[in-house]
Nanobody, 121 residues
Framework: VQLQASGGGLVQAGGSLRLSCTASGRTFSTYGMGWFRQAPGGERDFVAA????????FYQDSVKGRFTISRDNAKNMVYLQMNKLKPEDTAVYYC???????????????WGQGTQVTVSS
């Protein structure tokens, strides 16, 4: 599976962005998908994950109620809708694929290149 993230940009605090992750490969629909983010000098942290059929989703506590992960298997796409953005959401955001949706970075087999999200105060 090859992944490509897009949709990042510069937004003011309180604004919204939608990140997209395009996947190639016929097995996309069998993978759990996740979004991670990495701020300068920081670790690559879990943000959100979704099961292969979209029935299960889970989030990092700091984004619950503001971010929504979704997927469209017919289009080989995963999305991260980000609302009420805060300056501390500033990071490079990565999409990734795993056999099972999980918070744990080490279980993700495939990674896309990152997309920069910058939230100004």
């Amino acid at each position: 599976v090859q992944l490509q993230a897009s949709g990042g940009g510069l937004v003011q605090a309180g604004g919204s962005l939608r990140l997209s992750c395009t996947a190639s490969g016929r097995t996309f629909s069998t993978y759990g998908m996740g979004w991670f983010r990495q701020a300068p000098g920081g670790e690559r942290d879990f943000v959100a994950a979704i099961s292969w059929n979209g029935d299960s989703t889970f989030y990092q506590d700091s984004v619950k109620g503001r971010f929504t992960i979704s997927r469209d298997n017919a289009k080989n796409m995963v999305y991260l809708q980000m609302n009420k953005l805060k300056p501390e959401d500033t990071a490079v955001y990565y999409c990734a694929a795993s056999d099972l949706p999980t918070r744990q970075r080490e279980y993700y087999k495939y990674w896309g290149q990152g997309t920069q999200v910058t939230v100004s105060s």
